[in-house]
């Protein structure tokens, strides 16, 4: 049921990255599908959300200039392309999947992955 992500990596402020997050389709009850990253000592920030029933897709105004959502056509994969990193966007990002309409708030969200790192030098 956990959603995993891949993408993560080592790279230079400027440089772009993605990430992606992949749901299983046995698992059809799932509404929302989104992007968190953590920080150490801090709580968990939104990034961006899909909600699948419409293919909507929200970033959070933090990022929105920079990070662009899209998913893939099987409807099961969520990208974060992230373009122009600060080393201020160094942080684990995180997938989540809610069976409700989850918003940012990640205590409304029932799975997550494993965590993957984006760690930007400047």
């Known amino acids: 049921v956990e959603p995993e992500e891949s993408g993560g990596g080592v790279v230079q402020a400027g440089d772009s990255l993605r990430l992606s997050c992949a749901r299983s389709r046995r698992f059809a009850n799932i509404r929302v599908s989104a992007w968190f990253r953590q920080t150490p000592g801090k709580d968990r920030e939104f990034v961006g959300r899909?909600?699948?029933?419409?293919?909507?897709?929200v970033a959070a105004d933090a990022v929105k200039d920079r990070f662009t959502l899209s998913t893939d056509d099987t409807q099961l994969v969520l990208n974060l392309q992230m373009r122009d990193l600060q080393p201020e966007d160094t942080a684990v990002y995180y997938c989540a999947s809610a069976v409700s309409d989850a918003g940012t708030n990640p205590l409304h969200y029932d799975y997550w992955g494993q965590g993957t790192q984006v760690t930007v030098s400047s």
């Open positions: 899909v909600t699948w029933r419409d293919g909507s897709l």
